[in-house]
Every structure is written in C-alpha cells, then in structure tokens.
C-alpha cells in the first residue's frame, strides 16, 4: 500500500530552525512540505533568500494566516520567536491543525514562572496545561497520537538527556547539580545582535545570562519531575565561536560508590533502543563535531574517587537534536511512525 503523505507547513521558514526543518523534511518519506511560511516576505521566493534551496524547494513564502495553514496543511510546525508562538499557536490549533511549537513558550506549566524568566505574558493556562514536552527518549510515550508538542529547548535536551537516568536512578545528589554549557552562535538564530556578530564572537569565549537563563526553570521543572521533589540547579552558559553545536559539562556529587563502567551500563540500558542516544566508552569523551548535523546525543562520563563527583558530557547539534531533528522525532512520534524515519543520515565530519 502506498502511504498518502502528511502535509505539513512551516512558519519561522526564514530562520534557522525553519530552513533546518525545510532540509530534514524534504527528505521526509512520509512527508509533503505544502507551505513554508513567513510574516516578512510572503510572495517572495525561498530560493531568493536561501540559493541553497534552489531546486529543491521552489516556492513562495506564504504569509501568516491560520485558515489558509489549515486548508493546505495537517501539522505545522512554528519556529517563531518566544512571544509570536504564544498568541499563534492557539489560533492555529483552534483551525485543526496538529502543532509542534519550538518555542520556549509552551515548555513552562506554571504561567507565572514563564513570566518571571521570560519577561512578557505567559500564554493561557488552558494552553499550557495542553501542550505534551516532547523531549522524544524521556517522554516519547506521552506524544504518541497527541495533537499539540512543545519541542524542548536546545540546552535542556543536552542536559536533561544527560542527567536524567542517574537522577532517576537516585545514584546523584539532586542538591549538587552544576551545569556548564556551551552554545554555537547559530543558537541565537539568525537576526544580527552586536553579541553575535563576527568582531565580537570570532576567537572569544564568554559567558552569558549567567545565573538567569530562561532556559534554568525549564530544567529544573522536568528533573524535579523524574526525581519526584523541588530540584534547583546552577546553570552557566557560553557563547563559543562555532556554528553549530552545543556541549553541556555537568558535575554532581555521587550517592554511593558507582563507577563509569555502572554509570555506562545504567545509560546504556535507560536509553536501549533509542538510537539516538549514544554513550561513549569508557574514558572517551564527546566533542560536538561528532554529532555535527545529526539528531544525535552522545553522553560520556568521568567518576573522580577522590571527591566522589562524576562528571557528565553531552553534546547535541542545537539545530538539529536542540530544534528541528527532534521537532521532527516528535513529529515521527506524534503519528506512530517508527521515530528515526528521515532523521538516519550520518553527522558531517570533519
Ligand atoms: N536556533 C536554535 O538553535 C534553537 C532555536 N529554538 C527556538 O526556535 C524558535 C526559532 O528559532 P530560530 O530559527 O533560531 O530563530 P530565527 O530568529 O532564526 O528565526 C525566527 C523566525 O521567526 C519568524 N517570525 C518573526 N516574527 C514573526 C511573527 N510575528 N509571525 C510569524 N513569524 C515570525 C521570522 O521570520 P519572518 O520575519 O520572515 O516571519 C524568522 O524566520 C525560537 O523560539 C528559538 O528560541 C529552540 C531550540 C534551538
Ligand atoms: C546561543 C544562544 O543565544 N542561544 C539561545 C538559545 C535560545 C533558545 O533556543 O530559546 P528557547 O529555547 O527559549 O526558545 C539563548 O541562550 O537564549
């Protein structure tokens, strides 16, 4: 039997978590990109904006209007800005189509919490209390069959994926929870800002949001989730001059005596079957070029008897496992697709 396709559109297609999507779902197999979506340049050309594009979706962007979303497309998927997501999403839901929102602003379940972080009104509860947290290997069972994601942040999937099996495991203290996380400059998107141009990030390094990152509540929500009390955690992140790649370098203080061979053993079987979820050997760590342009994230560890402290690794791409790959797993998820499907290409290495 031939699968009839899935049409779906996308709004924030001039970004860089909108031209991602454009690149993985294109060689979707159960997929149709029916809309690629833009409040700026409706009428133009993707191709004019993206040459990369060219022959491989020639289109015009569409303007941002929910009835006509619905009457082309099934599921959209928003890669707007925090804010834009918050009154769009619900109109778009309410003209009957599915949503994947990449977004910050349906990850929080306490209004008054996304409020305190990021600054401007929180969406209605109604919306909140809706909205499924798509971190796929945590939660993936909560998506199957949903109608409405929010794709998790890009430093809390590398972070939660991994913390989360030893925390739940009840092998770390929960108390002593230090994270430090580094970000390619594409995180930022693709507007300009005087802290990312190239004067400024080419060969710097520097810290940012330090202690008030809005992605901390989103972090501390879900491990306070799978470790069953309030947990808090001490969150610093980085600004490193590479495109892509993120790299979270997390310590904590053991509960017990464990070593990188129990802790391996325990992520590998947390994570069995997951294929995208890879833990390193014993002694080898991860670096973000190994899984550059792939929906990977590869964990390593390092236990230090004399603190009693392991030391956790995780690197994802921002853009694809932080944004669009998973948007896309979730998506896979969502429709009980097996949740590899368009998402199995190798990283680009070098
Ligand atoms: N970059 C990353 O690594 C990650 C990003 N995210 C989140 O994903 C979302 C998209 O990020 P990213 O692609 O990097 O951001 P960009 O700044 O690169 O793109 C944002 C897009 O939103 C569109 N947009 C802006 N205002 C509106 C509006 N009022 N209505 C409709 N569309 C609008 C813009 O296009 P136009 O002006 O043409 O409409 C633009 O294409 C953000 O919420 C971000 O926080 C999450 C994880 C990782
Ligand atoms: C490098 C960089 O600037 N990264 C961004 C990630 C933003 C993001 O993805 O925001 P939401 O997940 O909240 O939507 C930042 O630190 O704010």
């Not at 569409?62 to 925090?82: H, L, M, R, Y």
């Not at 002694?283 to 560890?301: H, L, M, Q, R």
Request: include cysteine; charge should be negative.
């Amino acid at each position: 039997m031939v699968q009839e396709k899935l049409r779906v559109a996308i709004v924030g297609s001039t970004g860089y978590g909108g031209v991602e999507l454009i690149r993985l779902l294109q060689a979707h197999p159960h997929v149709e990109i029916t809309s690629v979506i833009s409040s700026s340049s409706a009428g133009v050309p993707i191709s004019e904006g993206f040459p990369h594009l060219t022959h491989i979706i020639e289109r015009n962007l569409d303007g941002v209007e929910p009835a006509d979303i619905a009457a082309v497309a099934d599921v959209v998927f928003t890669a707007t800005p925090s804010g834009v997501s918050a009154k769009l999403v619900p109109q778009l839901l309410a003209a009957g189509l599915k949503v994947v929102d990449l977004s910050g602003d349906f990850r929080l379940k306490d209004g008054s919490v996304y409020e305190a972080w990021y600054k401007h009104p929180a969406p209605d509860s109604e919306w909140l209390a809706k909205a499924v947290y798509g971190l796929s290997e945590v939660f993936g069972s909560e998506v199957t069959g949903q109608s409405f994601i929010s794709n998790p942040g890009c430093y809390p999937t590398a972070t939660l994926l991994g913390l989360i099996p030893a925390l739940s495991a009840g092998w770390i203290d929960p108390k002593t929870l230090i994270i430090d996380a580094k970000s390619g400059v594409s995180g930022a998107g693709r507007g300009t800002s005087l802290t990312t141009h190239y004067a400024e990030i080419n060969e710097n390094f520097k810290a940012y949001k330090v202690n008030k990152h809005q992605h901390i509540p989103e972090i501390e929500q879900v491990l306070s989730q799978v470790s069953g009390a309030p947990v808090t955690v001490t969150f610093t992140t980085h600004l490193v001059p590479m495109t892509r790649g993120i790299m979270s370098t997390m310590y904590a203080s053991l509960l017990g005596t464990y070593t990188e061979d129990d802790l391996i053993e325990l992520y590998r079987q947390y994570y069995e079957g997951r294929r995208f979820v890879r833990i390193r050997d014993k002694g080898v760590w991860p670096a973000t070029k190994e899984v550059s342009g792939s929906n990977y994230c590869d964990i390593g560890f390092s236990v230090d008897a004399r603190t009693n402290r392991v030391t956790f690794i995780s690197v994802i791409d921002n853009v694809v496992k932080g944004a669009a790959g998973q948007a896309i797993q979730n998506l896979n998820l969502m429709m009980g697709w097996e949740e590899s499907l368009g998402l199995t290409f190798t990283p680009v290495y070098p």
